[in-house]
């Protein structure tokens, strides 16, 4: 019995034992199975941090190189005026060339030791250029002497060699400029550009290692620790110059822990794709330094302009160390307002500079004598003439979209007239307040506007879009539509003139009542602005004093759609509607649109596109664009021959003589009026030898003005005109026109006829039958005369 319990209770051990075993194995296994998950999981993490870090560092590579490549800087368009050239004879007074030296930014000194500044002793300027890109060439820097005398340039002399300079072209005014909506404002320059007291006083300041650091500096993390810990506050950074470039160019201002960690991965990848020098070229063309309102200055070029008025090659150690300083907190240490902690910072960075041995003790000692030394020009306005400059954007918004305008740096080298454009300005505010005054016009509330532009060519010089010049808001020469009331009759008459066979200036024509009934089913009498009837008048005569009636049954009888050709010939592209209202001025055009239709008779009928734009260069001086004169006949110069002696004769003896209380009667011009109903618009438009100017005056809630053409619009443009216009009006005559003597009725006359006066005649269209005062010895003695002409003709 008892070895048999036995066996079993041992089999019974035996496979408990078994069971143990088993079970021992699969605890060991598990706890391996596990540390293998476990490893396997960290070496999947680890690569695929690896693979995550790799990926972020190629696409911080990616956007590192990108932009540092690529386009790094939205760069502002600069506008800039005609070069003022200045000559042996030119009208120019002291105030008004010292004015010129002031809105150029040149500084009044005896010491010409950079380029931008004057010196007047007794009747002349002493004057240093500055070079400048001209679209045409580069003009380089001199120094000369102007001598002026009786209101003109007597003479130019060039004070290194004495020999006469011919012509003088100063850099040109810049009108304004177009800024990136971020509003920041650089100067780029090249590293060879930029003085060696810069670079070591910044590398001195702000990143001693700069040149044996990767990116990222060890030392200076632990020795601005180091002072903070000390001062019980931050006082000093560890960011090196690269890092400061990483975080200005590519990041946000976000202050986290992974922002800088990020900050210095991209300034690894910088320093290991460029060159120091590539790097710190950058860096001194972003760094920001200063605010003027909306425009941010950024970079050490564009400081130097803004802080000294002059290029950043030229600044004297004093000055660079100034700007160094700034880099630590241009507000804070803003020279302009806080010129104290400014110069003791400056100070501060030459004493550094000194004891790393990076300037000469004599030259730190010699720098510290001087003050802030900030030049007192500090203000370059983004709309120096705010109406001239919006329409600049407008005409170049045809050939470059609004972000590159704002982004690209280009240069614009604009048609306007500084002298011009300026005395107009002047004249017209003046005269603007006379008339308020002298017609107790509500203050404030007599608006204008005037456009000059060049006779030949189409250049526009001056552009005036407000009460107030500067003004920079509603610009009412460009979008002011008023009814331009008797401005449209020329092209009425110019309409019949251009039918030599049915009409001539001596043609009668009724000046009597007329009423014509409209589509609308009304009737519409017009009047003469006497309330006269004239009865019959010759064809000169009904324009030259601005007869309604008559220039309505003259319209009507040419019919209205000629005329309305005729408008659309002279260059007004707006649509118009052949209502015979047009025929006195029921037209709404801008004081541009209107400059535009005379330019055409201005031009003897060759249309030219008004240009306020000469050519386009590229931040790096490249010519991009030059816009050419481009001129079509669009009227027979004949017909606008004999138009404009009517005009001319407007000026003599009809609505337009009171000009000349203020221009010679030598000069000539010629021109007209326009008043439109109740007074409301006040106009003229008229022309001299070298200049057509167009004025509008009136209210812009459209209430009577109380001006008429003559009494409002012709005093300022005779007034401005009779300061900038030098030249008389010649009128050329056209092969096929004669003059022809007339007695008062239109009939052939000769010189010994009383009253009878010469006019000119399309060859054809000369009266035939001769008036009684020409006897028949007279006739036969005429007719002798045209055989005779016609026998030297035929030889």
């Not at 550094?352 to 030049?375: N, V, Y």
């Not at 045209?786 to 003709?793: A, E, Q, S, Y």
Request: net charge positive; proline share 5%; hydrophobic share 40%.
């Amino acid at each position: 019995m008892y070895p048999r319990q036995s066996v079993k209770s041992t089999m019974a051990k035996s496979k408990t034992k078994a069971k143990t075993s088993k079970r021992k194995p699969s605890r060991r296994n598990k706890q391996k199975q596990a540390a293998g998950f476990i490893k396997r999981s960290v070496i999947k993490l680890s690569l695929l941090f690896v693979a995550v870090l790799v990926a972020y560092v190629l696409y911080l590579d990616n956007t590192v190189r990108t932009q540092f490549e690529g386009k790094r800087w939205a760069l502002p368009a600069h506008v800039f005026a005609n070069p003022v050239e200045i000559y042996q004879g030119l009208p120019l007074s002291f105030e008004q060339f010292e004015t010129l030296l002031v809105d150029l930014h040149y500084q009044r000194s005896t010491q010409f030791d950079s380029a931008g500044k004057y010196y007047r002793s007794g009747h002349a300027y002493t004057v240093k250029t500055r070079a400048f890109d001209f679209f045409d060439g580069k003009e380089p820097s001199k120094t000369v002497k102007i001598y002026f005398s009786n209101g003109r340039v007597s003479v130019i002399k060039n004070t290194h060699t004495g020999a006469t300079v011919p012509l003088l072209r100063l850099d040109p005014v810049q009108v304004g400029s177009f800024y990136p909506s971020h509003k920041e404002d650089r100067v780029l320059v090249k590293i060879d550009e930029v003085p060696h007291t810069l670079i070591d006083g910044l590398i001195a300041i702000e990143d001693r290692d700069f040149y044996h650091h990767y990116g990222v500096s060890i030392k200076a993390i632990l020795r601005a620790a180091w002072a903070n810990l000390k001062a019980g506050g931050v006082v000093q950074g560890g960011s090196t110059l690269t890092q400061q470039l990483i975080k200005n160019f590519y990041l946000t201002s976000e202050r986290s822990l992974w922002r800088k960690i990020k900050e210095a991965m991209m300034a690894l990848i910088i320093e290991a794709r460029y060159e120091k020098d590539e790097i710190l070229e950058a860096y001194i063309n972003e760094v920001f330094l200063g605010q003027d309102g909306e425009r941010s200055i950024h970079g050490f070029g564009m400081a130097s302009v803004f802080y000294f008025n002059k290029p950043l090659r030229e600044l004297k150690p004093h000055q660079t160390a100034l700007l160094v300083g700034l880099v630590k907190g241009p507000s804070y240490y803003d020279p302009r307002r806080h010129p104290k902690r400014a110069v003791t910072r400056r100070n501060l960075v030459l004493d550094e500079m000194a004891r790393l041995q990076l300037l000469p003790d004599q030259q730190r000692k010699i720098a510290k004598r001087f003050g802030a030394d900030i030049s007192p020009f500090k203000q370059i306005k983004s709309s120096r003439f705010p109406a001239f400059l919006d329409l600049v954007k407008r005409q170049l918004s045809r050939d470059y979209k609004d972000e590159d305008l704002r982004s690209d740096g280009l240069n614009i080298f604009s048609t306007l007239d500084y002298n011009i454009q300026t005395t107009a300005e002047s004249l017209f505010k003046r005269k603007l307040g006379a008339l308020n005054k002298q017609y107790s016009i509500e203050k404030g509330k007599l608006q204008g506007a005037m456009v000059i532009t060049r006779r030949e060519g189409g250049e526009i010089v001056a552009v005036i879009g407000d009460r107030n010049p500067m003004f920079n808001g509603f610009n009412r020469a460009l979008d002011a539509i008023r009814p331009i009331g008797s401005l449209v009759k020329p092209a009425v008459y110019l309409t019949a003139l251009s039918q030599p066979s049915a009409f001539t200036l001596m043609t009668p024509i009724d000046d009597s009542a007329i009423t014509l009934k409209q589509s609308s089913g009304e009737r519409w009498a017009p009047k003469n602005y006497d309330k006269i009837e004239h009865g019959l008048v010759p064809l000169h005569t009904a324009l030259s004093h601005s007869y309604n009636l008559a220039t309505v049954r003259l319209g009507m009888d040419i019919k209205v759609s000629n005329v309305k050709r005729t408008l659309e010939n002279l260059g007004v592209r707006r649509p118009i509607k052949p209502y015979p209202s047009i025929l006195l001025g029921a037209l709404a055009l801008s004081p541009i649109e209107v400059a535009q239709m005379y330019q055409t008779l201005a031009g003897d009928g060759f249309f030219t596109h008004l240009r306020s734009i000469q050519s386009v260069t590229s931040n790096d001086h490249s010519a991009l664009q030059r816009y050419a004169l481009n001129v079509r006949q669009v009227a027979d110069p004949s017909a606008v021959y004999l138009l404009n002696t009517v005009l001319q004769e407007v000026m003599r003896e009809g609505t337009g003589r009171s000009a000349y209380r203020h221009m010679s009667p030598d000069f000539n011009i010629a021109g007209k009026t326009g008043t439109t109903d109740e007074l409301r618009d006040s106009w003229f438009a008229g022309f001299s030898g070298d200049y057509l100017a167009v004025v509008w005056l009136g209210r812009d809630d459209n209430k009577p003005s109380k001006l008429t053409g003559a009494s409002g619009a012709l005093q300022v443009w005779s007034s401005v005109m009779a300061e900038i216009s030098r030249q008389p009006l010649l009128l050329t005559q056209p092969e096929n026109v004669e003059f022809s003597w007339v007695d008062s009725q239109g009939f052939r006359a000769n010189e010994f006829c009383t009253n009878a006066v010469q006019y000119p005649f399309i060859k054809g269209s000369s009266p035939v039958d001769y008036s009684p005062c020409v006897g028949a010895v007279g006739r036969t003695l005429e007719r002798a005369g045209h055989w005779f002409d016609g026998l030297l003709k035929g030889r």
